[in-house]
Nanobody
């Protein structure tokens, strides 16, 4: 059974850092992604990592966010640096990917989702 549990969210000032974790029992060796959804906006892809370690990032977070896996801990991470107020959102990890490389940041291609962790960045 797939279980995805996010943690690590919180409130920080602009320019600060947070590291999100996703306990990903059962799917850590597959393609996984981080997504976010701000109030009144659609869920959007932030970063994804494939089964062989290839990564893709949304243009808005390139150079600031890093996605990684710790296989021994069954954990997916998202290191977020130089945070901006526009990064404020609920962040979700996802697994059960069913698409191609070209759509790894597309929410509809993922089957399983965690409950989310809130990130708030103040100016």
């Amino acid at each position: 059974q797939v279980q995805l549990v996010e943690s690590g969210g919180g409130s920080v000032q602009a320019g600060g850092s947070l590291r999100l974790s996703c306990a990903a029992s059962g799917y850590i060796y597959s393609t996984m992604g981080w997504f976010r959804q701000a109030p009144g906006k659609q869920r959007e892809g932030v970063a994804a990592i494939t089964s062989n370690g290839n990564t893709r990032y949304a243009d808005s977070v390139k150079g600031r966010f890093t996605i990684s896996k710790a296989y021994a801990r069954d954990t997916l991470y998202l290191q977020m640096n130089s945070l901006k107020p526009e990064d404020t959102a609920m962040y979700y990890c996802a697994a059960g990917y069913g698409g191609s490389w070209y759509s790894v940041l597309t929410p509809a291609e993922y089957k399983y989702w965690g409950q989310g962790t809130q990130v708030t960045v103040s100016s």
